[in-house]
Every structure is written in C-alpha cells, then in structure tokens.
T-cell receptor, first 116, second 115 residues
C-alpha cells in the first residue's frame, strides 16, 4: 500500500541552525514527491517537488530536498532556519501519470518550532 | 502564480443543516479538483476527485450522500456537507490542477464547525 511516513512529529531548532525533516515513502512505482508547508489556519504552499532527473531538488525559501531511491526517502533540508519557518510541514507522494498526480498521499506532518 | 480560492474560510452551523463550500480557480481552468479533509493535528485525507462535467470519484470510506461534490464549470467545484453533525467539524481544503500544467494549487481551506 502507498504510504508516507514522517517520523518526527515535532522538531524544535534554534534560529540560524540547520534543519532536516525526514520523509520515507512506500510506493510501488515511480513516485512524484512533494514537500508542502502550512501556516496556522492556512492552506498548503508547495516548497518543492521531485518528478525525475537530478535527485537534489531546490525549492523556495531556501529549502532543498534529496531523493534517495535506495532508502525510499525524500528529506527536506535548510542550512539556516529563520523564525518565519515555524509551521507544519507535509511530505506527500503522488502516482505517476497525469491521472494520478493530483491524488496526493500525505504524511502525518512535522511541526517545526523555531527558538530565538 | 495560479490561485485557488475557497469560500467561506470559516463557517459555523447548527447540527442537521447543510453547508456549501466553494473552490474556485481564479486564473486558470481546472478540469480536475480535489477535496481533502484535515483533522486537528492530523494529516490531510483525500476525500474525492471532482471532474468537470461528470460525477465525483470518492475515496473509500467517504460517504457520497453526506459529502456532495459538484464541479459545474472549469473554475468552480463545490462541496456540500449535508445534515451536518459535530463530527463533521474539520478543515476542508481543495486543490486544483491546471489543464496543461499539471501542478496542484491548494486553496486556503475552510474551517467548518458544527454545533
């Protein structure tokens, strides 16, 4: 069965420190992978996505993620966290093919808290 | 960039009433829209896929008669929660895919509270 696991429910980092949010997926075919950010009471904003090609993907707001097929992982990283990065982060996977790309399976989310 | 708008952003209703939530793609045509439900502190769960001009496709376990979805035009999909109960209280989020681009854009969500 298709699934996405974000092992860390809650992470706290100091402002300026580096960040890594973990994401593991289970999908039988070639996955499309996404990271979204959600601020309180808001919808989702796409940070980055991986469809194919270079396994290191650059996104908005200084985020990047690396697709590792051997580990079934798609971890999100940022070298220096800003207080405004505090939010909920969701990893998601979608199926290959235009008919499936909208049917996202989301992980449980990771709440990021940033200490001053 | 592409924008998806939901209305209302917040709604409070009495138990037993019906509530309609709109999802509009403002600057692109969306042949397909998706409705998600998000419980507090939980992930998003896909409820249904809404296709313009045809019946929605519901995910397993989602009651079709309770959550009515209509995709009347290429820019509008509506979710109607019928005979709402307190357990229907949740955050509902829609997403839309532009016809050619394929990327998903999410609305800001609608918080439903059923008293």
């Amino acid at each position: 069965a298709q699934s996405v696991t974000q092992p860390d429910i809650h992470i706290t980092v100091s402002e300026g420190a580096s960040l890594e949010l973990r994401c593991n997926y289970s999908y039988g075919a070639t996955p499309y992978l996404f990271w979204y950010v959600q601020s309180p009471g808001q919808g989702l904003q796409l940070l980055l996505k991986y469809f194919s090609g270079d396994t290191l993907v650059q996104g908005i707001k200084g985020f990047e993620a690396e697709f590792k097929r051997s580990q079934s992982s798609f971890n999100l990283r940022k070298p220096s966290v800003h207080w405004s990065d505090a939010a909920e982060y969701f990893c998601a996977v979608a199926g290959y093919g235009s008919s499936n790309t909208g049917k996202l399976i989301f992980g449980q989310g990771t709440t990021l808290q940033v200490k001053p | 960039g592409a924008v998806v708008s939901q209305h209302p952003s917040r709604v409070i209703c009495k138990s037993g009433t019906s509530v309609k939530i709109e999802c509009r793609s403002l600057d692109f045509q969306a042949t397909t829209m998706f409705w998600y439900r998000q419980f507090p502190k939980k992930s998003l769960m896909l409820m249904a896929t809404s296709n313009e001009g045809s019946k929605a496709t519901y995910e397993q376990g989602v009651e079709k008669d309770k959550f009515l979805i209509n995709h009347a035009s290429l820019t509008l999909s509506t979710l109607t929660v019928t005979s709402a109960h307190p357990e229907d209280s949740s955050f509902y989020i829609c997403s839309a895919r532009a016809r050619l681009q394929g990327e998903l854009f999410f609305g800001e969500g609608s918080r439903l509270t059923v008293l």
